[in-house]
């Protein structure tokens, strides 16, 4: 079976563009997490889906939003684009939106804003 | 709201020395704990997790975590490290926030082993 897959795996935006980053969960896997790594630390929350429905919300503005489509993909998309957004953006999935569930994640989206 | 500590950024030990990564937590509900490993230029996966039950846990390549309530702890300990656990190893925490479970990571520790 595929594992998590992302796309596109390195983008480069300039500063006030918009982006969109997909997701494609392993099969059977309901829940879709992003999370956003810089260099550096760790993975920080955005946001959970489980059946295509928000579930969790990181500490994030606006400019960040994402859905889930009914075959379990999902995007995220961010506007206006900063230089503090340059990280790599990681998927996670998941059986469903339980806590106890295991993430498995995708190798990322590296995004660099000039 | 959860968060998570990691209180050593960098953990450098020779090969076949013990080891110990520290992982603090809060959450005011009960929690779900686990330690994610991320091997050089490859992707985050699950070391091991503790949900419920008994309060140790191991994985399959000899490292063990405990579940500390009162101290509100989930260290990660090896008896004796090899090379090939040079990685980066986080410790993370779900609980059920308003209208779902999030996982919340912590900052990180690097484990350098030296021959």
């Known amino acids: 079976d595929a594992g998590v897959t992302q796309s596109p795996t390195h983008l480069i935006k300039t500063r006030g563009q918009q982006v969109t980053l997909r997701c494609s969960p392993i099969?059977?896997?309901?829940?879709v997490s992003w999370y956003q790594q810089v260099l550096g630390q760790g993975p920080q929350f955005i946001f959970q889906?489980?059946?295509?429905?928000?579930?969790g919300r990181g500490n994030f503005p606006d400019r960040f939003s994402a859905r889930q489509f009914p075959n379990y993909s999902s995007e995220l998309n961010v506007n206006a684009l900063l230089l503090g957004d340059s990280a790599l953006y990681l998927c996670a999935s998941s059986r469903d939106g339980s806590g106890a569930n295991v993430l498995t994640f995708g190798a990322g989206s590296r995004l660099t804003v000039l | 709201a959860q968060s998570v500590t990691q209180l050593d950024s960098q953990v450098p030990v020779f090969e076949e020395a013990p080891v110990e990564l520290r992982c603090n937590y809060s959450s005011s509900v009960s929690v779900y704990l686990f330690w994610y490993v991320q091997y050089p230029n490859q992707g985050l996966q699950l070391l091991l997790k503790?949900?419920?039950?008994?309060?140790l846990v191991k994985s399959i390549n000899g490292f063990e975590a405990e579940f500390n309530k009162s101290q509100t702890s989930f260290h990660l300990r090896k008896p004796s490290v090899h090379i090939s656990d040079t990685a980066e190893y986080f410790c993370a925490v779900s609980d059920q926030g308003t209208g779902g479970f999030k996982t919340i990571f912590g900052a990180g520790t690097r484990l350098f082993v030296k021959a």
């Open positions: 099969s059977g896997h309901k829940s």
């Open positions: 503790y949900l419920s039950g008994s309060t």
């Open positions: 889906y489980y059946e295509k429905e928000e579930r």
